[in-house]
């Protein structure tokens, strides 16, 4: 098989250096680069380092090797276009088809999926020229990432940061593999949550759980791919945020049912695929357990925590919003999911069953997703995104 063919056209911004690893993803993972910078990207970083990189030609302008019509073939070729940073000046251009240098010729030829990674000042991508020259891509089918909230060049902070180059690359290999998907959770809003959570013992120990977050990052990456507004709430994951999405980070089950009821007042969906912990230590030491010479240590006396998800299922925020759990069961598994989905009152329950080597951290996942209505939606060994594209079709289903 031919390697799939990417153009990476990078525009001038300062998230310019970021871009060398998108490429270096692209390539490692036996993609076939040509970068197309535009002539103020070569500020930030140089046509030696995109040769090196992607070991191929680069140009900015329609006038080296025309001969070969460089300004058609590259766009007519690819099969995927990624701009990467996506400047305010970019993104105008792109949204009214100028056509002033090879990066642009490229965008009015490509006839393959189209995808934008913008960075820049929080005003620039806030002005309503900018989010109208958005709407307009968006409209004719790109693939637009909502810039990271996070520090910005100098000492600025705010929503114009270029997402986590392995997010970027994420989406891409999602529009690789699937074209651009329908956007069937556009003008929703979901929470999910993700990874586990940690009861405190004292100031440097705690109780926890080997949950990874992936499964809940997945969830939360296709949700965004599918047009939701999301809310990540996030346990401890350690995993980079995924493009377009709110990360709330939280540590304990308590602060992580204050930031879901927080994010569930106006949401249509909620996921719960944290492993949130059932109990905590009745008491926190503010100073370092000690052991003692010749004394056995004190017990550990544990106090239930709240079950957030029967509470959020019992107590709806809003009138049909659908609300998802998660059951890792050891044995039984079908019938302790039936049980469980009835004890929890959730419209949705993924059950999957665990062990040491299944499931947590791994990227693939096996399950069967229980339904209150008595369905049940079987979802073979598999890719943690394709449960997560499961669960969202499921409840779009509901929520239609
Ligand atoms: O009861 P169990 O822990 O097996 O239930 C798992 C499901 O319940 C998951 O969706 C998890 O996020 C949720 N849960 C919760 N609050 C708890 C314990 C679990 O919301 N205290």
């Given amino acids: ?23 270096r993803r692209f390539t490692e993972s036996g993609h076939g680069v040509r970068v197309v910078p535009t002539a103020s990207a070569l500020h930030f970083v140089g046509a030696a380092t995109w040769s090196a ?17 460089p300004h058609v073939r590259i766009g007519q070729h690819a099969d995927l276009v990624v701009v990467a940073p996506a400047t305010a000046d970019m993104l105008a251009k792109a949204a009214h088809g100028l056509a002033d240098d090879l990066l642009t010729n490229t965008l009015l030829t490509a006839r393959c999926p189209v995808v934008f990674a913008p960075a820049m000042h929080t005003e620039m991508w806030e002005h309503p020229a900018t989010q109208d020259n958005v709407a307009t891509l968006r409209r004719r089918g790109a693939v637009v990432i909502e810039p990271a909230v996070g520090r910005l060049t100098g000492v600025d902070t705010g929503k114009g940061r270029l997402p986590d180059p392995a997010e970027i690359f994420e989406v891409c290999r999602r529009v690789l593999a699937r074209g651009v998907t329908e956007p069937d959770l556009r003008g929703r809003h979901v929470v999910v949550s993700a990874g586990g959570t940690r009861e405190p013992l004292d100031p440097v120990r705690f109780l926890g759980n080997r949950s990874s977050g992936k499964q809940g990052y997945a969830l939360a990456r ?6 939701a507004r999301v809310t990540l709430v996030s346990a401890n994951a350690g995993l980079p945020d995924p493009a377009g999405v709110d990360v709330v980070r939280v540590g304990t089950a308590v602060q992580l049912r204050e930031a879901v009821l927080k994010a569930a007042a106006d949401a249509d969906a909620v996921v719960m695929a944290a492993a949130v912990a059932d109990f905590r230590p009745a008491v926190y030491a503010t100073g370092k357990i000690k052991k003692r010479d010749g004394q056995d ?5 544990l106090v239930r925590n709240p079950d957030i998800l029967a509470e959020i299922s019992a107590d709806r925020a809003r009138p049909g919003q659908v609300v998802v759990g998660f059951a890792a069961e050891t044995d039984d598994v079908l019938a302790n999911g039936r049980a469980k989905l009835a004890r929890k009152g959730c419209d949705l329950l993924v059950v999957n069953e665990v062990g040491e080597a299944r499931t947590f951290g791994s990227e693939e996942n096996e399950a069967v997703v229980l339904g209150a209505d008595g369905s049940e939606t079987p979802v073979p060994h598999g890719p943690k995104e394709a449960l997560a594209d499961t669960v969202w079709d499921l409840v779009v289903r509901r929520l239609a």
């Fill in 1 to 23: 098989m031919d390697k799939p063919k990417v153009v990476l056209g990078v525009s001038g911004g300062i998230a310019a250096y970021k871009a060398c690893e998108l490429l």
């Fill in 222 to 227: 296709t949700a965004a791919a599918r047009g």
């Fill in 297 to 301: 240590p004190d017990p550990i006396v």
């Fill in 53 to 69: 990189l992607s070991g191929n030609p680069v140009a900015t302008e329609v006038w080296d090797d025309v001969h070969q019509v």
